[in-house]
């Protein structure tokens, strides 16, 4: 019988695994069209293994965020993975950042009301037709998710075009380019809000040094080696979660960092309050609260806190 650590309380962890190879090829990623050895894919593969035998051993509410940095839904150690984690009573949810390039027949074998799907569309790698096809099966499944592009100006259009054919209760949500972000002129801002209605809380850095932070004490980022940082952005390491008494080590501290312009660093900030605008949709970015997001865009916009 499997024996639990003892830990009652709720954690949401970050995990990045040494996976990197991705099926797409697009101009911004420094990951486009990588491919991952067969030993690079055995070490993931392990890694992974070892990380969901920890959760379901964890004796406290535990949510996963899959966050790779390639393409891993085409991987099947993933696809068990989330499965299996899905099962788990104490699991709360489990979810992943994907293309959607695969099939998702296998969700048939989750829960579905523990899943969510963070998928990201880009149009000059996938045909819109098929990724819609994929989004209307994981309706039909019953799976929550959200859709999102990178805003890249030559893209706009095609981006207009797939707002137009998603669900309505579909939100499309739009990442600034890296290159650009704050960069957009308020034409180019107007339109991408037009698709995103919360565009503007994407197209900035956060000034974030002192201020109040849960990561690092509900949440933490866990790589394949189970080392434990606060977030992917802070490079200290708070100790290894396959370490006896690894959780007495979590404490609450204010961030160290200038800034955050990532979603997935400045949604913990605890003044920013996303949770209120995601609510259980908060893993895979599902936005679903129209007045808390207006209150949001009124901070975004005039708070000193934003650059």
Known sequence: MRRRAVSASPLTILWRGPLSGCNFDCGYCPFAKRKDSRAVLARDAKALNRFVEWVLARDGPTSVLFTPWGEALIRKHYRQALIRLSHAPHVDRVAIQTNLSGPVEWLNACAPAKIGIWATWHPDQIPMARFLARIAR?????????????????????????????????????????????????????????????????????????????????????????????CHF???????????????????????????NCHIGYSHLDDLALPGLFGAGFLERRAHDPERAAALLAMARFDSGAL
């Open 138 to 230: 994981l309706d039909a499944l019953g799976i929550a998710y959200s859709v999102g592009a990178v805003g890249v100006r030559a893209h706009v259009e095609q981006i207009e075009a797939l707002r137009a054919a998603l669900p309505t209760h579909a939100y499309l949500w739009i990442n600034a380019e890296e290159s650009l972000q704050g960069r957009y002129s308020p034409a180019e801002i107007e339109r991408w809000a037009a698709i995103d209605p919360w565009f503007e809380l994407n197209n900035r850095a956060y000034v974030s040094l002192g201020r109040a932070c849960v990561t690092g004490q509900g949440v933490i980022s866990v790589n394949g080696e189970g080392d434990a940082r606060r």
């Open 234 to 260: 802070v490079d200290a390491q708070i100790g290894n979660i396959y370490e006896p008494g690894f959780e007495a080590r979590l404490a609450p501290s204010p961030c160290p960092l200038s800034q955050c």
